[in-house]
Every structure is written in structure tokens, then in C-alpha cells.
């Protein structure tokens, strides 16, 4: 198959996909996929550098803020000569870092806090006694406590927003983790707001504010609802900014234009404690270290290992070679249902430059470690001086190639594997081309095996060759989009299986047989995984594995 699938595209694009939780079940953020030498270490780091450390690769599981272009999160494995990251050596075979750093409010007007990646998400390390012209440290001034770190406790950040938005009397602004504030009333001239806090429907705080958009009223202008959190005493939970307030004919209402929030739920960064098989070793005012202790991982072949909270790494299922190492790389795994961003490394748009971005930068597309198949990419050519307004916008051109890929079960051959938009999808079945006499079954009972040529893809739903429990009569094996395989009836002999296929309750018609197929099985296999192997068909009668 000699065919390219690709696009071009009259547009300048940020490179990340949205991606929900809920819909798939998990989302795994890859990073950048090495194969170094035992013996050689290897660093991930986020967009921003520790120390004076070049990162090797850029994870985009760590935390990174575009805008200001903060995150110093690292992680570093050093491999030992036999292939372990050893936990009892010096240094440890694997050492996380991060580093808290001044992060501006969105509602610029309250200065600044100390912001820390902590496994991937954004923390509160504190908050920030500076002060400039334009702001007031506001939420420092509130607290008793102003440094978390310094409790050896974290707090995520839950809301950190200066959108404009009208709340009225009667209605609820809806916060996080249960809070809500409620306008109660406005007074006669409308400049004064009396407002209540709830938190699962029960009061817990309430104020009267008087909105201003003027720093110098700053003060009276937040209101900030403060709580002792553990060891951590009279922290600012929630703070809201209100620009102004007025009467309408029938109802009181106030504007809003800056909120922040973070968690009553403290995360324990205290010495000695322990994050899956990494534990903290060294806490400050700004930074924190984690190593592996005493927990050693061998970079063996297909394992995949939680190295901390959400923090995986995955090896290939290859046979390694000093001319090939095992391939591996960490990522983060998302469970809690939400959309996500799944972003690229982050580029910087330098005149007349080109960009780009592939399977191995990008895990937003499609890459196949066990195989080392990836073949999607998206480059940029930017204009000459992208940053003036009047210049001829980039082109972008993304494309995609088709590979062999090895089926699972390895007597069905191959099939070409090509990533499209982040999927994994079906462009055809390889035939073999040494002897055609021993084409897969798959190949040889299908009228078109190359669908690129009738320029069209099938996103593959299952590829799999384990084996299952053996199947009596009655059982129904289910497939993907409705598919279902049942088992009507196996002859007394032992070696002879009738299935039906049905989709959604109905039955499917095969071309000439009826709406059964039988399939022939040896008799000393009839249970595991010959049975099984009607498990990993596609939706297809024609595809069902025949003896």
C-alpha cells in the first residue's frame, strides 16, 4: 500500500484535542517515547526548565501554563547498567521535583499567588506578599497563614476566573465542591451588596460589600470567606470581586469579575510520605522532591507500573537488543470523568519558521508502542512575521500514512494500521505477497482488502487475542456498536460450533449460509482459546477463525 492520506488546512492551529472521560473510561497523556542505553539517564520535564537541566523531553502530563509560561515539574529515571531504576542506590533511579513560582490572579488586581505543579495539576503553594501599583495583596493580607508549604500541606486550585458575569437576587452563583453564593439584596442606591454563602444548601457565611472597580477599594470591593484547614490556620478559601451593583424595576443586581477557590481538602506533602512507590524526601517553602526509596522497577519487557499517584510507566512487549533497547515511556492516567485537554509540546512562533508535531510529541495521535507505529503529523508554516496583525496567516498541513500491523492473533497475518485524527483505523488487509497460496483467511474471503483505494477508513474496535473461559450453548460473546456473537449448539462429537451474529437484538444475514456459520474446532481444543478466537472477529461472519 503506497497511498498517503493526507490534508491541508488554510489555518493556524494550537495543536490539542478535547477529550471526555466519561465517554471513554480512562485517557492515557503520554510522553515522548525513548529507548536510551542501561546505564543512561533519562529526563521529563514540563515546559519550563529545573535548574539549569535541559530537558531531554517535555511531558505534557506535567503542569504548564501557556499564558505565563509557568510549571517546573521534572522527573528524571537514571537506569543502572542492568536495567533497573534502583530505589536503594544514589542517586535513587527515580527523583520527581517541582518548584513553586509567582503566578499572577486572573483578577490581576489582587497580585499575585505561589503556584506548584503537583502530579500534573495546579496547586496553591501560598499566597504572594508582592505588591505593585496595580495591585493589592489582598488574599495574602486575609489569611493567617499565607504559606501552605510551609504546613507541608497543598490546596488545589478549583476556580481561578475574571469573567464578567451578572448574578441577581434570587439566583445562586454556582462555585465548586458544593459552595454557592446567593445575592440577598441590594440597597436603595445600589451600592451596597448583602450576599450569603451556602455550601450544600446551608449558610456558612455571609457579608456586605460594596462593589467598586477602583484598586484603592479593593478591600471593601472582595469578599473572602477564610477556614482553618488542618494545620493550616484562617486561609482564604473563596474569594469574588464585585465591580457594581444596581436596582433594576424588579429585581437587585450585582456583577462579578473575579473568583478564586481552591480546596478545603489538603494534600500531605510531609516528609516520609508516600506516593505509590515514591516518597517524599525533602520538603521546603518552594520546592518538593520525591524518590524511590527503597521500591526498585526493572525495565523489563510489556509492564506497565504506577510509579506514583496517576503516574505510570509502560514498557514495549519487544525483545530488547543493545541495538534496540526497550521502549518505554510514562504517562498520566485520567479517570475522573471531566473533558481535558491533551496537549502538544508547546512551540514558539519564530518568523518564517517551520513547525511541527508528530506521534511522538503529540499524544493526541495515534501511536502503537508494542509495534512502534505512529505515522501522523501536523507542520506549520508560519509567515514571515506572524505577530503583525496583517500577515497571510500559516499553513498547516497534517497527514497520515498507513502501516503493517501485526494482528494479535498471529495467524490472521497483518492488517494496515493508519492513525487518524488520535484513532487507530483499519485501511486494508496486507497480502502475502511470498506466497499468496498462504493468504490470512481474512484477506482471502474479503472482496476489497484495501479500503484507501475506495478512499475510505474503518476505526478498528477490537484487536485481541486473549483467551477467555470455555463458552457453553447459550453464551453470547458481545462485540463493539452492538454486535453480539451466540453460541446456538456443539455437536456431540465435540468439534463443530454454530454461532449466530446478531446486531441490536437482530439477526445479521450472511450473503448466501443463513444467519448461522458453522466453524469447525479440533476436539482436544475445543475449550480455551480456539473457542475464544470467535471472540476477537470482526463484526463479520466472513471473519469468524475456521479450522
Known sequence: MSRLMAATIAAILIISSLLSAAAVDWIEVRSPVVNPQNGTPVYWGSQQLWGTEEPQSKFTGFYYD???????????????????????????????????????????????????????????????????????????????????????????VLIDDDEESIAASGNKIPLKAGYEIEIKGVDINGNTVYLQLLKNGQIVGESTI????????????????????????????????????????????????????????????????????????????????????????TLASDID????????????????????????????????????????????????????????????????????????????????????DNSEPAEA???????????????????????????????????????????????????????????ILAQVLIDDDEEHQPLGVGSVIPLKEGYELHIISIDTNGNKVVVRLSKDGQDVEPESTGSERRVRLPLQEISGKQRGDCNHSCAFPQCLFQQ
Open 66 to 156: 501557556i499564558d505565563d509560561d509557568l510549571g517546573t515539574e521534572s522527573i528524571t529515571l537514571n537506569i543502572n547498567e542492568v536495567g533497573v531504576l534502583d530505589g536503594s542506590s544514589e542517586p535513587k533511579g527515580i527523583i520527581y521535583k517541582t518548584e513553586a513560582q509567582d503566578k499572577a490572579f486572573k483578577f490581576q488586581r489582587w497580585g499575585n499567588y505561589r503556584c506548584i505543579g503537583f502530579l500534573g495539576e495546579n496547586y496553591l503553594a501560598g499566597y504572594s506578599s508582592s505588591e505593585a501599583a496595580d495591585s493589592y495583596p489582598y488574599l495574602y493580607k486575609k489569611s493567617t497563614d499565607a504559606n501552605i508549604l510551609d504546613r507541608e500541606k497543598l490546596l488545589k
Open 210 to 297: 460594596t462593589p467598586s472597580d477602583d484598586i484603592q477599594n479593593i478591600k471593601d470591593s472582595t469578599y473572602c470567606f477564610t477556614k482553618d484547614v488542618v494545620d493550616v490556620k484562617g486561609i482564604v478559601l473563596i474569594a469574588v470581586h464585585f465591580k457594581n451593583s444596581f436596582l433594576s424595576e424588579d429585581r437587585e443586581v450585582a456583577t462579578i469579575d473575579g473568583i478564586f477557590q481552591i480546596s478545603e481538602v489538603p494534600v500531605d506533602v510531609a516528609s516520609n510520605t508516600e506516593y505509590g512507590k515514591m516518597t517524599v524526601s525533602n520538603v521546603g517553602s518552594d520546592s518538593i522532591v520525591l524518590e524511590n526509596k527503597d521500591n526498585s522497577i
Open 305 to 388: 507500573k504506577e510509579i506514583m499517584s496517576g503516574l505510570f510507566i509502560k514498557t514495549a512487549d519487544q525483545v530488547a537488543t543493545v541495538e534496540d533497547p526497550i521502549r518505554f515511556y510514562i504517562y498520566k492516567n485520567i479517570t475522573e470523568p471531566g473533558t481535558y485537554e491533551v496537549r502538544g509540546v508547546t512551540k514558539e512562533a519564530v518568523s518564517g519558521a517551520d513547525i511541527s508535531w508528530d506521534a511522538t510529541n503529540f499524544p493526541g495521535f495515534y501511536y502503537d508502542l508494542n509495534n512502534n507505529l505512529g505515522g501522523e503529523s501536523l507542520q506549520l508554516s508560519l509567515s514571515a512575521d506572524p505577530t503583525e
Open 397 to 455: 498541513v497534517y497527514r497520515t500514512a498507513a502501516e503493517e500491523c501485526e494482528f494479535d492473533l498471529e495467524e490472521w497475518q497483518k492488517y494496515y494500521a493508519i492513525g487518524f485524527l488520535g484513532e487507530k483505523c483499519f485501511a486494508g488487509y496486507v497480502e502475502n505477497s511470498a506466497d499468496p497460496q498462504d493468504n490470512s483467511k481474512l484477506y482471502s474471503e474479503s472482496s476489497d482488502t484495501n479500503l484507501m483505494d475506495d478512499e
